[in-house]
T-cell receptor, first 115, second 113 residues
Framework: AQSVTQPDIHITVSEGASLELRCNYSYGATPYLFWYVQSPGQGLQLLLKYFSGDTLVQGIKGFEAEFKRSQSSFNLRKPSVHWSDAAEYFCAVNAGGTSYGKLTFGQGTILTVHP | DAGITQSPRHKVTETGTPVTLRCHQTENHRYMYWYRQDPGHGLRLIHYSYGVKDTDKGEVSDGYSVSRSKTEDFLLTLESATSSQTSVYFC????????????FGPGTRLTVL
């Protein structure tokens, strides 16, 4: 069965600093990979996705993520964090095939941004 | 933003009572999903639908049932609510695309006393 691990429950950074949120997945083939963001009291918004092609994908709000097959990772990055980026971030995997449509989420990483 | 609404947005109920949550979409997407979100667990799939009257179980389906009589509506029912079902419930929709990107509703906060 597919699984997703976000090792960091809570990360604190200063505004303007760079950010990297980690995501590792467990699945035999290349899955479809997603990063979602959730602001307090809100639903989830898709930041970016990967399912084939260039392993470095660009998303909204200045975020990017890199798929590394050898490390089973899909880490999210941003070069300079803004206070409005404070939120909870979720990595998700869709294995496709018979699991078509079923997203498996990581536990989430809460991002706090200090001024 | 994808046209997804959930009702009610907040509900407090007592143990043993039936509860129905509604998800309504205006996007005519084929797939619809119900998730629950709990601290430390991320989102977990309860049930999903791949067409009218076509539904299947997800990871945490015990104690929940669903129905989809129209493309636009997906109902989640707790036949007899328990305190362990206190959670935030999210509906999601997706088109039939290879990447199957899902769009989420605003959520329903359910408290079972």
């Amino acid at each position: 069965a597919q699984s997703v691990t976000q090792p960091d429950i809570h990360i604190t950074v200063s505004e303007g600093a760079s950010l990297e949120l980690r995501c590792n997945y467990s699945y035999g083939a290349t899955p479809y990979l997603f990063w979602y963001v959730q602001s307090p009291g809100q639903g989830l918004q898709l930041l970016l996705k990967y399912f084939s092609g260039d392993t470095l994908v660009q998303g909204i709000k200045g975020f990017e993520a890199e798929f590394k097959r050898s490390q089973s990772s899909f880490n999210l990055r941003k070069p300079s964090v803004h206070w409005s980026d404070a939120a909870e971030y979720f990595c998700a995997v869709n294995a496709g095939g018979t699991s078509y449509g079923k997203l498996t989420f990581g536990q989430g990483t809460i991002l706090t941004v200090h001024p | 933003d994808a046209g997804i609404t959930q009702s009610p947005r907040h509900k407090v109920t007592e143990t043993g009572t039936p509860v129905t949550l509604r998800c309504h979409q205006t996007e005519n997407h084929r797939y619809m999903y119900w998730y629950r979100q709990d601290p430390g667990h991320g989102l977990r799939l309860i049930h999903y639908s791949y067409g009218v009257k076509d539904t299947d179980k997800g990871e945490v389906s015990d104690g929940y049932s669903v129905s989809r009589s129209k493309t636009e509506d997906f109902l989640l029912t707790l036949e007899s609510a328990t305190s362990s079902q206190t959670s935030v419930y999210f509906c999601a929709i997706s088109e039939e695309t290879i990447s199957n990107e899902q769009f989420f509703g605003p959520g329903t906060r359910l408290t079972v006393l």
